[in-house]
Nanobody, 116 residues
């Protein structure tokens, strides 16, 4: 059974940092592009970061570029999202995912709340 389990969310003050983890089981992440999405209250889920299988290429939404870093450890079957300089607008549920033409794997999400 394929599972993606996110962790590391929580409440943080503006300007603070969090590191999200996404642990995969039931499949090996190494051949796949992995992504992080987020969904703010009342809004659609949006793609914020992707990383290629070997980790050599990353892409970010403009809203997080320069503040967030996606990385992966294929040996640990885990993907990470380092989030720095957090703002209240970053408040959302964050999802780890691997989405392709013939597959669609999602985690359950982890809540990130940025508030003073």
């Amino acid at each position: 059974q394929v599972q993606l389990v996110e962790s590391g969310g929580g409440l943080v003050q503006p300007g603070g940092s969090l590191r999200l983890s996404c642990a995969a089981s039931g499949f090996a992440v190494s051949p796949y592009v992995m992504s992080w999405y987020r969904q703010a209250p009342g809004k659609e889920r949006v793609l914020i970061a992707t990383i290629t299988p070997a980790g050599g290429i990353t892409n970010y939404a403009d809203s997080v570029k320069g503040r967030f870093t996606i990385s992966r450890d294929n040996a640990k079957n885990t993907v990470y999202l380092q989030m720095n300089s957090l703002k209240p607008v970053d408040t959302a549920v964050y999802y780890c995912a691997s989405v392709g033409a013939t597959y669609d794997y999602w985690g359950q999400g982890t809540q990130v709340t940025v508030s003073s």
